[in-house]
């Protein structure tokens, strides 16, 4: 089965860029019809999607997050990006890696069934 697994710094400074790696194994992030998923989970609220990128390279975000969301891809490391800019306190939370069919999660919150796998997640804190 597929595997995901993300990285990161655990404490980014508020301001900064947090930048976070997924890496896969087990499975393509070209493979037809799958989107590559972020999503987060700050302390003690619900899950909230943060964005995804396709199987062709395309790319959505939540619209509260876009203009300080970027994601990416690196084919030849089967890997998946995400920077997120200008961060704050309520930036705090366990980021996840996710792959599914879901493209976009516009309205409500993401579940864990919406998704085929999932990584472990990381927790990131930001703070002085």
């Known amino acids: 089965q597929v595997q995901l697994q993300e990285s990161g710094p655990g404490l980014v400074l508020p301001s900064q860029t947090l930048s976070l790696t997924c890496t896969v194994s087990r499975g393509s992030i070209t493979a037809d019809n799958v989107y590559w998923n972020w999503i987060r989970q700050p302390p003690e609220k619900e899950l909230e999607w943060v964005g995804s990128?396709?199987?062709?390279?395309?790319?959505h975000y939540s619209p509260s997050l876009k203009n300080r969301t970027s994601i990416s891809r690196d084919i030849a490391k089967n890997l998946i990006t995400l920077d997120l800019k200008s961060v704050t306190p309520e930036d705090t939370a366990a980021y996840y890696c996710?792959?599914?069919?879901?493209?976009?999660?516009?309205?409500?919150?993401?579940?864990?069934?919406?998704?085929?796998?999932w990584g472990q997640g990381t927790q990131v804190t930001v703070s002085p």
């Open positions: 990128i396709g199987y062709s390279g395309d790319t």
């Open positions: 996710a792959v599914g069919k879901v493209k976009a999660i516009i309205m409500g919150r993401p579940s864990r069934s919406q998704f085929d796998y």
